[in-house]
């Protein structure tokens, strides 16, 4: 594929955590549909969590590869470390609910250090500078454009509700193996997803494959 591909840098939970965070989106879920307030949102597929280290948005292909090989280089100098999830929150703000995440534990040294190696890479790639700074989150839901603002402050009343609830203690965390590059192409039906390298941390063993699907 020759044409600019929207891309993004990731992390990909594995299967238990992705199981939890099922639940804890169904849970949500369920609160809102109590209220006819569910409609308003738009739910991330469980088969597409992640934790965006770096979108790149429109990609050529001559600055996929130089990712790909910068991704290899740089798995090769960072090791596993260990993450867990955390609480939950919204972006920008409650009174103004954009996207609803679950929050990240764990080694964040290790995480904030992967985080600003992707970004140099981003940068050397010839990408601008983020200017917003990493706030690591694995998004559940967005709100959709337009919800009349009485029903936005009563979804953001259930949200604020469920996130406060603790869930029950997670005793999961779990290794960071690996760093994910990734097609996201926009559909009607959401945003769906294809790895197009999968780099493995510590080993220097990635493996790039910007082909097409
Ligand atoms: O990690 P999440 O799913 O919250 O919102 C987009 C998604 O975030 C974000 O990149 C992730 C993978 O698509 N994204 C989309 N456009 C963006 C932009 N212009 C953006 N992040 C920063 N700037």
Not at 72 to 100: D, I, K, M, T
Request: charge should be positive; include cysteine; glycine fraction near 8%.
């Amino acid at each position: 594929m020759s044409e600019p591909l929207r891309t993004f840098i990731a992390l990909e939970p594995p299967k238990a955590i992705v199981a939890e965070l099922e639940q804890r989106q169904a849970e949500l879920r369920k609160r809102l549909a109590e209220r006819g307030l569910e409609r308003h949102f738009t739910w991330s597929r469980p088969a597409g969590f992640h934790l965006t280290l770096r979108f790149l948005g429109d990609t050529p292909a001559s600055r996929r590869t130089a990712i790909a090989r910068g991704l290899a280089q740089l798995a090769c100098e960072h090791g596993p470390f260990r993450l867990a999830l955390g609480q939950a929150g919204v972006f920008p703000n409650w009174s103004r609910v954009r996207v609803v995440w679950v929050g990240l534990a764990g080694d964040q040294d290790a995480l904030a250090r992967l985080q600003a190696a992707v970004e140099a890479l981003a940068r050397s790639v010839g990408f601008v500078a983020e200017r917003r700074p990493f706030s690591p989150h694995i998004t559940l839901a967005r709100s959709r454009r337009g919800i009349p603002p009485e029903e936005l402050r009563r979804a953001a009343a259930v949200i604020r509700g469920w996130a406060e609830t603790p869930p029950p203690p997670s005793t999961l965390d779990w290794r960071v193996t690996a760093v994910h590059y990734i097609h996201s192409r926009l559909t009607p039906q959401g945003a769906r997803y294809t790895t197009l390298g999968r780099f493995q941390l510590g080993s220097g063993h990635g493996e790039a494959d910007p082909g097409p699907r």
